[in-house]
């Protein structure tokens, strides 16, 4: 008989929710089972009438569920200051980790998930999801084989509106610190769009579980909405291997636009854009051939079927600590690049909707960032008044 492994799950409110209608509802043939939940908000769970009626136990701490049980695999959906804490506990009681991304707030945190991991003999997995994907794995294969040439630039655009309620979704959102005076750095960059800028240094990466690093950064950060860190962000990276990288991404556009992606190579274009619910993948060679990749959905649960099947033999993880780190490495760069958020000009920041649904935008915001996407610049390069740009920080600065 296959081990069936035991799970415990931290977070069963918002995307935990999701974790938590796949453990309820699609057990078949899975071989695991869910032996506790943590929340410390249970009432708010739209199913915790059926976890009452399974008999699974509510604990209001992850230390208190490890008081009683040991589970062979934790599923971590809590926010973003709670990462390092929780996996290193996780993996001190003996248990395998997929924590949600992003890895976590800081680089101090990212050394000490490090050390956990080596420590314990567990590994913590972190869900960017893509990186679990079996095209991104093919396309990243195909990289590291040489199939395009080298690399030379790696840009996405993901232009994302979001409504007042997103920034009053929890205590934290939007923050630098939250209220205990934790780290937290959310950000688009570090949370809605964290993926498709992660997934530019994993492609990059030399080996299947790791990321390329990155010698230096600038960035350009600002803010309509009444928040304390930014909502809007471009930035230009070069790796270690001296690739560029470029990341443009917004809460205060009109409308959205992509997640859209340009990868050049000195033989061939590896385009990605979002159509119809799938992120279609193509790549053009410069002798005129062309590979399709195909369609594939964001598929954020695919990722724990992965973790499922390798907690039973201690199996290969494609993106653990070490593939994530280069995001969490970047997003502090970026904040330290510019430390003072910039504002986006009051005159040209409309409102829209009303209650729930109101939100705020940037007239033209939208249009800018995608000519900054297609002409390979920075806002301030454009010499807009708005602009700031901020400075360059290399590793040596962190």
């Known amino acids: ?15 935990g929710l999701k974790y938590l209608n796949l453990l309820l509802d699609e057990n078949s043939g ?41 589970a062979d695999l934790a599923v971590i959906s809590a926010p973003i200051q709670y990462h390092c804490a929780q996996s290193c506990l996780a993996v001190s009681q003996g248990s395998y980790v997929l924590c949600e991304k992003p890895l976590c707030a800081t680089i101090a ?148 636009i992509g997640p859209a992606f340009h990868f050049e190579f000195t033989d061939a274009v590896v385009k990605g854009e979002y159509r119809q619910g799938k992120f279609i993948l193509k790549a053009h060679f410069s002798d005129g051939r062309l590979i399709e990749y195909g369609g594939f959905n964001n598929n954020e649960l695919q990722k724990l079927w992965l973790c499922v099947q390798q907690a039973k033999i201690d199996g290969f993880i494609p993106c653990g600590v070490e593939a994530a780190s280069s995001h969490t490495y970047c997003v502090n760069a970026a904040q330290k690049s510019m430390p003072e958020i910039s504002h986006l000009p009051a ?18 915001l939208g249009d800018v960032l995608l000519r900054c996407y297609q002409n390979n610049v920075l806002p301030s390069e454009l010499g807009l008044d708005w602009s700031s740009k901020g400075r360059l920080v290399d590793m040596t600065d962190l």
């Open 109 to 256: 945190q990212v050394q000490q998930m490090l050390e956990a991991q080596a420590k314990y003999e567990r590994w913590i997995a972190i869900g960017y999801q893509w990186s679990y994907s079996p095209i991104i794995q093919q396309i990243k294969g195909d990289i590291q084989k040489g199939m395009f040439g080298k690399p030379v630039r790696l840009k996405s655009l993901c232009l994302l509106p979001r409504t007042r309620n997103y920034y009053h979704r929890n205590s934290w959102a939007g923050k630098i610190k939250d209220t205990q005076g934790r780290w937290v750095n959310d950000s688009p960059i570090n949370n809605s769009s964290a993926h498709y800028l992660h997934n530019m240094f994993y492609l990059l990466g030399e080996q299947p579980n790791r990321s390329a690093n990155f010698q230096d950064i600038t960035a350009e950060l600002y803010r309509a909405y009444p928040i304390e860190n930014f909502d809007t962000a471009a930035l230009v990276a070069h790796t270690d291997t001296d690739v560029e990288v470029r990341f443009y991404t917004t809460h205060v556009c009109e409308k959205p």
């Open 1 to 15: 008989m296959q081990k069936q492994v035991s799970i415990v799950l931290v977070g069963i409110n918002g995307f």
């Open 347 to 364: 005159d040209l920041v409309r409102e829209i909707g009303s209650s729930s649904d109101a939100r705020i935008y940037m007239d033209g």
């Open 30 to 70: 899975r071989h695991f089972e869910l032996i506790g939940v943590v929340e410390p908000f249970p009432e708010k769970c739209a199913r915790l009438q059926e976890l009452h009626l399974c008999k699974i136990p509510i604990y209001p701490t992850l230390d208190q569920f490890y008081r009683e049980r040991t």
